[in-house]
């Protein structure tokens, strides 16, 4: 679902299921994706983001991706979930 089109700042909501984004850097523009209570900040990079009832989180391909609510990043070959019993996980 898109939630903003405004040119310094794309936000997408991810509501059920898988999204995969490749996104140029750039100093004057955001883009995010909102997954149920994370949102991702790409910062120039390749991402998956998962949102189901048992795995929330983001797989990064390619460069970092910031989480806002976990106050970190997420860097290259890195992924970070959310698991259903709320207990963070960062797995190489």
């Known amino acids: 679902e898109i ?5 310094t700042n794309v936000v997408f ?3 059920n299921g898988e999204s995969y984004s490749r996104v140029v850097p750039s ?14 900040v790409a910062k120039g990079t390749a991402f998956r983001v998962s949102n189901s009832a048992t795995k929330k989180g983001v797989e990064v391909f390619h ?30």
């Open 3 to 7: 939630t903003s089109l405004d040119i």
């Open 13 to 15: 909501t991810a509501l």
């Open 27 to 40: 100093e004057t523009r955001q883009y995010s994706i909102k997954s149920a209570d994370q949102t991702y």
């Open 63 to 92: 460069s970092t991706v910031a989480i806002t609510e976990a106050t970190q990043d997420v860097t290259e070959g890195n992924a970070y979930y959310k698991l259903n019993d709320n207990k963070d996980k960062e797995n190489k």
